[in-house]
């Protein structure tokens, strides 16, 4: 069903790229410039199994993808340079923003020495638990308890899951399963299902994350540097629209906080973790801009332009899937998002609506 999704939407992108529509509609619907999203860099695994390929892309479609921007003549500029091109109603020149979110330690030993040879900035993300070794990425530490195992038994809250893992496909439906149930119970039963069965299982996650994640070594070399950011991305990389209100605050905070004394540098921008409408919405928004931050960053698709709200940015996400330049060109056209839109909101409308028969005749 995934495999089916992505070859739709591939298609999608290509009708509109071959058809020349991408380019022909650009000019309404690319708004003044793109936050692009990465996660990890690094040469391909030959892996069969990888569910979490749609968020990695290999260090040479990034070179690639900074060097065909150039060649279309749009800046690539750090985060605060964007701001202050928002503020104008109509930028001179367009522009793109990279960014990685979680901290991944690929994102300075691959994606580091491609953009600092470019000499083009970009924004790094920091989940503070990461680096200091508190928490684990969930997502892939299941995807490391799968991945070994025939057979997987988690509680996840109250129920219990016992799941054949033997084969390609059991493996991809108990993961995508594990997964959707993980994100449906409280942000703690989630941890406490990850660590128990992580206990059970002898994955050490302490030394999955030292080996996956930045440590601070590495967050102060690349804060250091003019071309990077390093911006805040909470503690626990939790979904701080389920937490109640002082404890997100203090995820906010205390990510910024922890950067600042373990850099010098005080973050002023944010990124919600998953950043979906479930994850981050109006609450969060406030409190991103409560707390000072200057921008702040979701992952619902779209372009930025002079309307788009500093807390609530939209971003492109640059998917493992589609590792092919024309992809990313059409996605920056703001066509295939500004399409998406309509039919949505054409989707919405009541039902005599979509029928123009139907409301005629009433
Ligand atoms: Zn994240």
């Given at each position: 069903?995934?495999?089916?999704?992505?070859?739709?939407?591939?298609?999608?992108?290509?009708?509109?790229?071959?058809?020349?529509?991408?380019?022909?509609?650009?000019?309404?619907?690319?708004?003044?410039?793109?936050?692009?999203?990465?996660?990890?860099?690094?040469?391909?695994?030959?892996?069969?199994?990888?569910?979490?390929?749609?968020?990695?892309?290999?260090?040479?479609?990034?070179?690639?993808?900074?060097?065909?921007?150039?060649?279309?003549?749009?800046?690539?500029?750090?985060?605060?340079?964007?701001?202050?091109?928002?503020?104008?109603?109509?930028?001179?020149?367009?522009?793109?923003?990279?960014?990685?979110?979680?901290?991944?330690?690929?994102?300075?030993?691959?994606?580091?020495?491609?953009?600092?040879?470019?000499?083009?900035?970009?924004?790094?993300?920091?989940?503070?638990?990461f680096v200091d070794r508190t928490d684990v990425p969930w997502w892939d530490a299941?995807?490391?308890?799968?991945?070994?195992?025939?057979?997987?038994?988690?509680?996840?809250g109250s129920r219990e899951f016992d799941l054949p893992t033997e084969t390609l496909r059991e493996k991809r439906d108990a993961c995508r399963l594990v997964a959707s149930e993980l994100c449906q119970v409280g942000e703690d039963e989630q941890r406490q299902a990850i660590d128990r069965a992580a206990r059970e299982y002898g994955l050490d996650t302490r030394l999955m994350v030292d080996r996956e994640m930045l440590d601070w070594d590495e967050v102060r070399t690349l804060a250091s540097d003019p071309l990077v950011t390093i911006g805040a991305h909470t503690v626990?990389?939790?979904?701080?629209?389920?937490?109640?209100?002082?404890?997100?605050?203090?995820?906010?905070?205390?990510?910024?906080?922890?950067?600042?004394?373990?850099?010098?540098?005080?973050?002023?921008?944010?990124?919600?973790?998953?950043?979906?409408?479930?994850?981050?919405?109006?609450?969060?928004?406030?409190?991103?801009?409560?707390?000072?931050?200057?921008?702040a960053v979701t992952t619902r698709r779209g372009v930025v332009d002079a309307d788009s709200r500093l807390t609530a940015l939209p971003r492109i996400s640059i998917n493992g899937h589609f590792q092919s330049w024309r992809y990313v060109d059409t996605l920056l056209s703001g066509v295939p998002l500004s399409l998406e839109r309509r039919l949505r909101s054409w989707l919405r409308r009541p039902p005599s609506a979509l029928v123009p028969e139907a409301s005629a005749s009433t």
């Open positions: 069903m995934q495999s089916l999704k992505i070859a739709a939407y591939r298609a999608g992108l290509n009708a509109l790229y071959w058809s020349g529509a991408s380019r022909l509609f650009a000019p309404m619907a690319r708004g003044s410039g793109a936050i692009l999203m990465f996660h990890q860099v690094r040469p391909a695994l030959r892996s069969a199994f990888q569910p979490n390929a749609h968020l990695e892309v290999t260090p040479d479609f990034l070179g690639k993808v900074v060097r065909e921007i150039q060649a279309a003549g749009i800046d690539i500029v750090d985060l605060d340079e964007a701001t202050r091109r928002l503020a104008e109603p109509r930028p001179a020149r367009r522009f793109v923003v990279l960014t990685f979110d979680d901290g991944y330690r690929n994102n300075y030993t691959e994606a580091y020495p491609v953009l600092k040879a470019l000499g083009v900035p970009f924004t790094i993300y920091v989940a503070t638990g299941i995807v490391a308890l799968i991945a070994e195992t025939p057979r997987f038994r988690i509680r996840i626990g990389h939790y979904a701080i629209a389920k937490l109640d209100s002082a404890r997100a605050r203090r995820e906010m905070a205390e990510s910024r906080d922890r950067i600042e004394a373990m850099t010098g540098m005080r973050p002023r921008h944010f990124a919600y973790p998953y950043g979906s409408p479930s994850t981050a919405a109006e609450r969060e928004f406030y409190l991103a801009a409560d707390l000072g931050f200057t921008t």
